[in-house]
């Protein structure tokens, strides 16, 4: 059973950072794009970031470049997304995302919420 799991949102102020970690299960994120997604209220659900990690190529939205960063962790099955000078834009579900050309599967999502 494949099972992406995040954590690591929460409150924070504008300006200010947090890290979210997606833990993979039953596929190797090597063999996977992986991304982060967002929703927030009333908006559709928007790509924020992806990679690949065999590739090392990264892509960012506008909105978040130079900001975000997504990253393998310490060669471990988990993936990170380093969110810093958070704005209280950023408020919104984010989901992690694995796919390759046949199939994709989503974590269950992590609120975070931006104060202003």
């Known amino acids: 059973e494949v099972q992406l799991v995040e954590s690591g949102g929460g409150l924070v102020q504008a300006g200010g950072s947090l890290r979210l970690s997606c833990a993979v299960s039953g596929i190797t994120v090597n063999d996977y794009n992986i991304g982060w997604f967002r929703q927030a209220p009333g908006k559709e659900r928007e790509g924020v970031t992806c990679?690949?990690?065999?590739?090392?190529?990264?892509l960012y939205t506008d909105s978040v470049k130079g900001r975000f960063t997504i990253s393998r962790v310490d060669d471990m099955n988990k993936v990170a997304l380093q969110m810093n000078n958070l704005k209280p834009e950023d408020t919104a579900i984010y989901y992690c995302?694995?796919?390759?050309?046949?199939?994709?599967?989503w974590g269950q999502g992590t609120q975070v919420t931006v104060s202003s």
């Open positions: 995302n694995a796919r390759d050309g046949y199939e994709a599967f």
């Open positions: 990679a690949s990690m065999r590739l090392h190529t990264t």
